[in-house]
């Protein structure tokens, strides 16, 4: 399903969403191994609908601890994990409306050859955020953080954190099965 087609949420207030996220309870880094499909929950970050429109897919965490931190569709069936490494994430965050276009998806999905990761990018860990310790999965080349805490059995909620940056990006993966 496109994101343009998929159910939007209501933009919701920074403040009320951390809240939520403190409430949930944590989630050890190793119950996070596996596939598991994305999608952002608007609050006001400049990448509301970024990524969705970019074909982003979710996140695969390994046993061994370490993620694909950014997994985005390629054709039907075939996933392609991009190495943030290579994202201008200042000029990103500045220009955020321009990935909101058909013209950045298109371009986009021209250069996931070249972005590809020749591995997993980031590590799984147990960090303290939001008053409670619980996993979250550190970027090895971006300034880049993202914290789980548990929803239910199949979904947990993630807030990705910027260094120097204070608004916060929130979504929810979901797991589901490897293809």
Do not use: C
């Amino acid at each position: 399903m496109s994101a343009s087609k998929r159910t939007t949420h209501p933009v919701r207030d920074q403040q009320a969403m951390l809240e939520e996220f403190r409430r949930l309870p944590s989630i050890e880094p190793r119950d996070l191994v596996g596939l598991w499909k994305g999608h952002g929950i608007p609050a006001g970050h400049p990448f509301d609908g970024v990524l969705e429109n970019l074909g982003w897919f979710g996140k695969r965490f390994t046993p061994n601890m370490r993620a694909d931190a950014l997994l985005f569709r390629s054709g039907e069936h075939r996933l392609n994990a991009i190495d943030p490494k290579w994202i201008p994430l200042q000029l990103a965050l500045r220009f955020h409306e321009v990935g909101r276009t058909t013209i950045a998806r298109n371009l986009f999905s021209y250069l996931h050859r070249r972005l590809r990761a020749r591995g997993p990018v980031a590590s799984l860990k147990t960090m303290a955020f939001g008053g409670a310790e619980s996993a979250a999965m550190v970027y090895d080349h971006q300034p880049i953080v993202d914290h789980f805490r548990r929803t239910d059995d199949l979904r947990v909620m993630g807030a990705m954190t910027i260094s120097g940056n204070e608004r916060i990006y929130f979504f929810e993966l979901e797991r589901v099965d490897e293809p």
